[in-house]
C-alpha cells in the first residue's frame, strides 16, 4: 500500500468477492510511492478538513491513477510495472481492462458523498489524461509545444487535481485552490519529463521497468527533440525513428544526445518545472505545510542525479 494514512480505505474499497478478482487487485496495488494521495493530504492540511473525507477523495485520486496504468500498459505494449509483470502480461488484456474499469468505479464509489467541486475537478482531470493519450498518437505542429500539451494533459492534469481537491477539502478560497493547482500543474510537468529523461539516459536496473521504450515505440519525448533540434543528421535520424530502430541505432542516438548535451538540457527544463511549482506554493499564506510540499517537489529530481 502506498501511504499508510490511507492504506485501511483502500483495503476497503478493493476487498473483492471473488479470489481471482481479489489476485488482480492485489497486483493492481502493490508497490507504487503514493504521490498523488500524498498531494491530497497535504494540500488539505492547509485548513481545517474532515480527516475521513480527505482520505476517501486520496484513495479515489490513486485508484484512477492504477486503472490508467494498468489501461497505459496495454495501450504500449509494456511488460513490466514496478519491477512486476504487468497486470495484462500474467493475467490477459481481457482481465486487465476489466480490473482497470472496476478500480475505475471504485474510485467512484468513494466519491459518491463528496461536493460536486470534487467531482467536476476529478472528472475534468480524467476527461484530460484520455485526451492527452490521443494527442500523445496524433501530435502534430510545433514538436516542442505538443511535447509540453499532451504530458500536461495525461500527466500534471491529475497531479493538478489532487492538489485542488486538497484545497477544496480544506476550504481554501479559489485563488488560493488556483495557486495549489498551479503548483501540482508544473510538479507533473516535472515529473513527466523525468519519467521521459528516464526512459531515455537511465537503466532499467534502478527504475523497475525495461527502459529505451518510448524511442523503440517511435514516441518523440523532450530529450529527443532536443537532439533533433540540434544534430546536423537530424533528417535522416528522423527516417530511421519512423522506420523503426534498431538496439545499435538507439545505442548511438542515447550517445549523440549525450554529447549535444540533450541530458543536461532535460534535466534543466525538469528543473525549470520545480522552480515554478514552488513559485506557485510561495504564493500562498505561510503555513508548515508548504515546506514539506517544496521538499516534496524538490525530491522529486533526485532520480536525475542517481542516474549519472
Ligand atoms: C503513463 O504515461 C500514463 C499516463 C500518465 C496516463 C494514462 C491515461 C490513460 C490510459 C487514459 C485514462 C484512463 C483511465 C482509466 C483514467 P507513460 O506511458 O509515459 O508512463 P510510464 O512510463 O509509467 O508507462
Ligand atoms: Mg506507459
Excluded at 535522416?236 to 554529447?259: S, V
Aim: aromatic share 6%; with cysteine; charged share 20%.
Amino acid at each position: 500500500m502506498p501511504v499508510a494514512e490511507i492504506s485501511a480505505v483502500l483495503k476497503e474499497a478493493v476487498a473483492a468477492p471473488d479470489p481471482r478478482l481479489q489476485h488482480l487487485l492485489d497486483h493492481s496495488l502493490t508497490g507504487g510511492k503514493g504521490l498523488r494521495p500524498t498531494l491530497v493530504l497535504l494540500c488539505a492540511r492547509f485548513g481545517i478538513h474532515d480527516t475521513l473525507e480527505v482520505r476517501r477523495v486520496a484513495a479515489a485520486i490513486e485508484l484512477i491513477h492504477l486503472a490508467s496504468l494498468i489501461h497505459d500498459d496495454i495501450l504500449d505494449g509494456a511488460a513490466v510495472r514496478r519491477g512486476l509483470p504487468a497486470l495484462h502480461c500474467l493475467y490477459g488484456p481481457v482481465p486487465a481492462v476489466l480490473t482497470g474499469d472496476y478500480l475505475f468505479a471504485t474510485a467512484f464509489g468513494l466519491l459518491a458523498g463528496s461536493k460536486k467541486a470534487i467531482l467536476t475537478t476529478i472528472t475534468e482531470a480524467i476527461r484530460s489524461m484520455c485526451s492527452g493519450e490521443i494527442l500523445q498518437l496524433t501530435a502534430t505542429g510545433p514538436e516542442k509545444k505538443s511535447y509540453f500539451t499532451y504530458i500536461g494533459q495525461k500527466t500534471a492534469a491529475l497531479f493538478s487535481a489532487a492538489c485542488r481537491c486538497g484545497a477544496i477539502l480544506c476550504r481554501l478560497k479559489r485563488p488560493q485552490q488556483n495557486y495549489l493547482a498551479r503548483f501540482g500543474w508544473h510538479l507533473g510537468l516535472a515529473y513527466q519529463i523525468i519519467d521521459d529523461y528516464l526512459d531515455l539516459f537511465g537503466s532499467m536496473a534502478r527504475m523497475g521497468k525495461p527502459n529505451r521504450q518510448d524511442l523503440a515505440r517511435g514516441l518523440l519525448t523532450l530529450p529527443v527533440l532536443r537532439f533533433l533540434e540540434l544534430s546536423p543528421e537530424a533528417a535522416p535520424w528522423r527516417e530511421k525513428i519512423n522506420r523503426g530502430l534498431k538496439a545499435a541505432e538507439i545505442d548511438e542516438l542515447i550517445a549523440a544526445a549525450r554529447q549535444l548535451k540533450c541530458d543536461e538540457y532535460t534535466a534543466a527544463a525538469a528543473g525549470e518545472q520545480i522552480s515554478l511549482a514552488i513559485e506557485a506554493l510561495e504564493m500562498l499564506p505561510p503555513n508548515p505545510v508548504q515546506e514539506e510540499l517544496a521538499l516534496l517537489a524538490a525530491r522529486t529530481l533526485n532520480p536525475l542525479y542517481e542516474y549519472e
